[in-house]
């Protein structure tokens, strides 16, 4: 489905910018919270 769908970056994206994704699919909660693939577990952020 991905291979579709075509999502372009912005020119001037660079180091540091944020980006935000809406959808993840089936892994989400496994990839945030524990050390998936050997990645620490991301951070939140509250506002």
Do not use: C, H
Request: avoid cysteine; proline fraction near 9%.
């Amino acid at each position: 489905m991905y291979e579709d769908q075509k999502y372009p970056l912005p020119l001037n994206l660079a180091i540091g910018d944020r980006m935000y994704w809406l959808s993840t699919g089936a892994y989400t909660t496994t990839y945030s919270a524990v050390e998936f693939n050997g990645f620490p577990p991301l951070k939140d952020y509250y506002l």
